[in-house]
């Protein structure tokens, strides 16, 4: 007698991510949003009678992706103020507007935009740092996507709160209230070193001990930063927070791209996560992180798209892209980053800092059902010798035909389930006058 099972998917190539590699003839069998097993196909026609069962001709089969940094309300600032260095483009354009426009429905409308961009683009999982953290996490919930909520903390006041203790108090209280939600996480987010006090970085610190979650914060992202740290603090960055304690196995740097070989080194030593922004790195003119070199002192990182105000797309296959070729471009070395790690970075990397790799980021037994089917079959893919080099260097976020977050079939054959596209673009336009105006 057959056993039984909720999806059985039939990619004409499967990649697990671990081990690295590329399965064909696999099938991938799944019963109550997790995968149950993966064996091959005519093995598993044999032994299990699946409710739903999906042939995909022509199409690999991946882990969802994770964007391990993004401000995701924010795609309602796309394209507002571009061309700007890091520092003039928040003080004179992005922090004048979110003190004018920033509430619960802005967060929430521009939350939803960004869900249903990445989920077509084969996101299942993001790593959220905004205010309003609440509203962005039913946004999700509404979309269907998993979420590391960012209990975002800064010393001055915004629309969201008045001072550290008042982010933080609201950041738990979020917690508390969405905690039972099956597809969200959490983090604390502190934005920055030159925007956080060492007593609030102490406080974070001990919560983040006693509650097991990440920390998740922007760290060298520009050398003005660093500059200005030594001047006021006598210490660059991250160093400050190693004398804090923060450094650790639930540390997430996002960006560091000004670091040292010591600090490379001790990030390691420490067993620190890095979110590689390579993108949004270029475009504000602040550098490019040297993954090559963390990756060879074993530093894990998972890449982000950052927020779109400064990307501007939310895209994990041009990010894979990007990183693959500015690590081979800045190290002179062809072999750095290759296909396969850049995929690791966007899959299992992002999972490992956000620790979730027992739960998604590789298509294992035991795992959530996280899975994103890619067509190759257009003429510009062909021919297909390898399959994870062409998910790097060929295709796009365009050619992402099927999404499936939880064992739910979220994008079916390009379409986005639950979500409706005139009431989106609506809400865009909405907060588009809203702004101009």
């Known amino acids: 007698m057959k056993a039984h099972a909720d999806l059985l998917l039939l990619p004409q190539w499967l990649v697990p991510v671990e081990p690295v590699g590329?399965?064909?003839?696999?099938?991938?069998?799944?019963?109550?949003?997790r995968i149950l097993d993966v064996l091959p196909a005519a093995e598993a026609q044999k032994r299990y009678d699946a409710t739903h069962c999906l042939a995909l001709p022509g199409q690999v089969l991946i882990p969802g992706l994770v964007n391990l940094h993004c401000h995701a309300a924010m795609s309602l600032l796309r394209g507002f103020a571009d061309d700007q260095p890091l520092m003039a483009w928040l003080q004179q354009?992005?922090?004048?507007?979110?003190?004018?426009?920033?509430?619960?429905?802005?967060?929430?409308?521009?939350?939803?935009?960004?869900a249903a961009e990445m989920l077509a683009g084969g996101v299942t999982t993001v790593n959220d740092m905004y205010f309003f953290p609440a509203a962005a996490g039913e946004a999700y919930v509404q979309a269907g996507m998993r979420a590391t909520l960012g209990m975002i903390v800064l010393e001055f006041p915004s629309a969201y709160a008045?001072?550290?203790?008042?982010?933080?108090?609201?950041?738990?209280?979020?917690?508390?209230?969405?905690?039972?939600?099956?597809?969200?996480?959490?983090?604390f987010a502190p934005h920055a070193p030159y925007t956080i006090s060492d007593g609030t970085f102490s406080r974070i610190n001990t919560l983040s001990e006693q509650l097991g979650l990440p920390i998740h914060t922007h760290i060298?992202?520009?050398?003005?930063?660093?500059?200005?740290?030594l001047q006021q603090h006598g210490v660059r960055p991250l160093e400050r927070l190693a004398r804090l304690g923060l450094l650790g196995p639930n540390f997430i740097g996002v960006h560091a791209v000004h670091l040292n070989e010591a600090e490379i080194d001790f990030l390691a030593t420490h067993g620190c996560h890095v979110a590689h922004c390579p993108t949004s790195n270029l475009k504000l003119a602040s550098g490019v992180a040297p993954v090559s070199q963390l990756a060879a002192a074993g530093v894990n990182f998972g890449l982000g798209s950052d927020g779109a105000a400064s990307n501007n797309r939310l895209d994990l296959f041009a990010e894979m892209r990007l990183a693959a070729l500015l690590a081979k471009g800045v190290s002179g070395d062809a072999a750095?980053?290759?296909?396969?790690?850049?995929?690791?970075?966007?899959?299992?990397?992002?999972?490992?800092?956000?620790?979730?790799?027992?739960?998604?980021?590789?298509?294992?037994?035991?795992?959530?059902?996280?899975?994103?089917?890619?067509?190759?079959?257009?003429v510009s893919s062909q021919p297909v010798f390898d399959p994870i080099s062409h998910l790097v260097y060929v295709a796009g976020r365009e050619a992402v035909r099927h999404v499936w977050v939880d064992g739910k079939h979220i994008i079916n054959n390009h379409g986005l389930a639950g979500l409706d596209k005139d009431d989106l673009i609506a809400r865009a336009a909405y907060w588009h006058t809203k702004i101009t105006a």
């Open 93 to 114: 354009h992005i922090w004048p507007a979110e003190k004018k426009h920033l509430s619960e429905a802005f967060v929430r409308d521009g939350t939803l935009l960004a």
């Open 22 to 33: 590329t399965l064909t003839d696999h099938a991938v069998v799944v019963l109550d949003g």
């Open 162 to 187: 008045t001072d550290a203790d008042d982010y933080l108090a609201r950041g738990l209280a979020m917690r508390d209230k969405l905690g039972d939600e099956p597809l969200l996480n959490f983090a």
């Open 336 to 378: 750095a980053l290759p296909a396969a790690a850049a995929l690791r970075a966007a899959t299992l990397g992002g999972a490992s800092a956000l620790n979730l790799d027992s739960q998604i980021g590789s298509i294992t037994p035991g795992k959530r059902a996280d899975l994103v089917a890619v067509d190759l079959t257009s």
């Open 220 to 229: 060298h992202e520009t050398a003005d930063e660093v500059t200005a740290s």
